[in-house]
C-alpha cells in the first residue's frame, strides 16, 4: 500500500521512459499516464486512473509533469 511518501516520477530518459518510485522501490519505467496508473493500482490503489495520476498530491513529477514524455 502506498504511504504518504510520495510517489516519485523521475525525468523521461533516452528513450522517453520515466522510472516510477513508489514506497522508495522502483517498480519500473512508465511511458504514459496509462503506466503510472497501472503501476499505482499495483500498489494497491485499484481504483487509480488517468485522470488520478494527474491531479494526485502523491505523486512528485521530476523533470515535468505528466505532460512530458520526452527529454
Partial sequence: ????TPVVIY????????RV????TILGR???VRDVAAFMQ???LQD???MDVVRSA??????GGPEVWTR
Fill in 58 to 63: 502523491l505523486i512528485e513529477w521530476r523533470g
Fill in 11 to 18: 525525468p523521461p530518459d533516452e528513450e522517453g521512459g520515466r
Fill in 1 to 4: 500500500m502506498v504511504s504518504a
Fill in 21 to 24: 518510485r513508489i514506497d522508495g
Fill in 42 to 44: 499495483e500498489a494497491g
Fill in 30 to 32: 512508465a511511458y504514459g
Fill in 48 to 50: 487509480f486512473d488517468e
